[in-house]
Antibody, heavy 123, light 110 residues
């Protein structure tokens, strides 16, 4: 069955760029039924949607993070990636990648999640 | 942006019914999705489009949505249902699509 796996550095210095990749296995990222998203969860806190991308490269970003976020896709590798620039301690969180199910209008939901990866921002 | 309000905690005895609410302005006009997150694990979708259950989710999980409140109902609660639960909707008030989560509710099975 389809699985998602996050990868990338677990420690990033303040003011630098956080970079993560999500590898999709057991299925194609080039499906018309799905976008592919990033969600984060600071320790002990709730979930925050970061952004989502379609296999064609079309993206949606959380307005509160938009100025610092870039999400890209590599269909040849069945991967999509997240870059978050100018990070601070407030960006310390578990970062999840997830399949974003395209539904009625924009009433979309996340129907499959990776295990998540903890990224700590510290010098 | 659109705000979803959940109670921080709900407690229920085994075998009883748990109801977790998600409040929002005219949330009944939106489609609400619910996620279960057990400690140290990724969230799992348990309800989508207000009341639909993904395959593999027990019938004990159900959802409703009307007015300013959506509700996740868990019948015949089991110890394994102890988890954090999050609601999620599309924030249509933004210029561009934006998806928001509630703050989460910790379900404790007594």
């Amino acid at each position: 069955q389809l699985q998602l796996q996050e990868s990338g550095p677990g420690l990033v210095k303040p003011s630098e760029t956080l970079s993560l990749t999500c590898t999709v296995s057991g299925g194609s990222i080039s499906s018309s039924s799905y976008y592919w998203g990033w969600i984060r969860q600071p320790p002990g806190k709730g979930l925050e949607w970061i952004g989502s991308i379609y296999y064609s490269g079309s993206t949606y970003y959380n307005p509160s993070l938009k100025s610092r976020v870039t999400i890209s896709v590599d269909t040849s590798k069945n991967q999509f990636s997240l870059k978050l620039s100018s990070v601070t301690a407030a960006d310390t969180a578990v970062y999840y990648c997830a399949r974003h199910n395209v539904g009625i209008q924009y009433h979309w939901y996340f129907d499959l999640w990776g295990r998540g990866t903890l990224v700590t921002v510290s010098s | 942006s659109y705000v979803l309000t959940q109670p921080p905690s709900v407690s229920v005895a085994p075998g009883k019914t748990a109801r977790i609410t998600c409040g929002g302005n005219n949330i009944g006009s939106k489609s609400v999705h619910w996620y279960q997150q057990k400690p140290g694990q990724a969230p799992v979708l348990v309800i989508y489009y207000d009341s639909d259950r993904p395959s593999g989710i027990p019938e004990r999980f159900s959802g409703s949505n009307s007015g300013n409140t959506a509700t996740l109902t868990i019948s015949r609660v089991e110890a394994g249902d102890e988890a954090d639960y999050y609601c999620q909707v599309w924030d249509s008030s933004s210029d561009h699509p934006n998806w928001v989560f509630g703050g989460g509710t910790k379900l404790t099975v007594l």
